[in-house]
Structure formats: structure tokens, C-alpha cells
Nanobody, 125 residues
């Protein structure tokens, strides 16, 4: 599966952005899909993920209550709605997908073999 992330940009603190991860392939709905971000000088960190089967979701503590991950099966996309953005949310956001990723492993980037290019999110006044 090939992934294409989009939707990044510059936003003021407290603002919102919606990222999208578009996939090729008719079986994308079976893939667990996650969002990871990498800030300046930081390692890649987990943000949110959604399972392919059942659609259960998992969020990093920093994202809970502010971000929502969702899947549009008809459009073969997974979106990340980000509200109440903070400067520390700044970074390059990557989407990743793979089959067979169990809930307890959704936050580990090593469990995903398919990655899209990143989209830059900058939260600044």
C-alpha cells in the first residue's frame, strides 16, 4: 500500500488542522493506520492510530481530548482532526499502515512497514 499525507500548515495556538492519509489499494480498510510526528531534534513519537478491523483507536496522552482519528473506507483515507493545537504539536506528521498490528503495539513505529511522506505542522503565533 502507498500512502500520501496532506493537510499540514501554519496555525496559531488554539487553532485546528485536519490531516489526511490517502492510500492506494482496495484492502486499505484492513490496515491498522497510525500517525506519528517528529519535532525538531526529536525522535519520532506516536500520536494516534486506528485498527483496520473493528476500528478501535488509541491515542498518545498528549493527544487525548484534542485529536480524533477516523477512517473513511469509501475514500480510502484516514484523517486526524487536531483541535486546540499547541506549539509543542509542531513537527512533521507521518502516516503509517500495516496489517496485523494489535492494539498494544499500535504506538510502536517499528510495527509499521508502510510509510507516507510527512506533512509539516507548525503551531506558532
Amino acid at each position: 500500500v502507498q500512502l500520501q499525507a496532506s493537510g499540514g500548515g501554519l496555525v496559531q495556538p488554539g487553532g485546528s488542522l485536519r490531516l489526511s492519509c490517502a492510500a492506494s489499494g482496495r484492502t486499505f480498510s484492513r490496515y491498522t493506520t497510525g500517525w506519528f510526528r517528529q519535532g525538531p531534534g526529536s525522535e519520532r513519537e506516536f500520536v494516534a492510530a486506528i485498527r483496520g478491523s473493528g476500528g478501535s483507536t488509541r491515542y498518545a496522552d498528549s493527544a487525548k481530548g484534542r485529536f480524533t482519528i477516523s477512517r473513511d473506507t469509501a475514500r480510502n483515507t484516514v484523517s486526524l482532526q487536531m483541535n486546540s493545537l499547541r506549539p509543542e504539536d509542531t513537527g512533521v506528521y507521518h502516516c503509517a499502515a500495516d496489517v496485523g498490528v494489535i492494539w498494544s503495539s499500535m504506538n510502536n513505529p517499528q510495527n509499521y512497514d508502510n510509510w507516507g511522506q510527512g506533512t509539516l505542522v507548525t503551531v506558532s503565533s
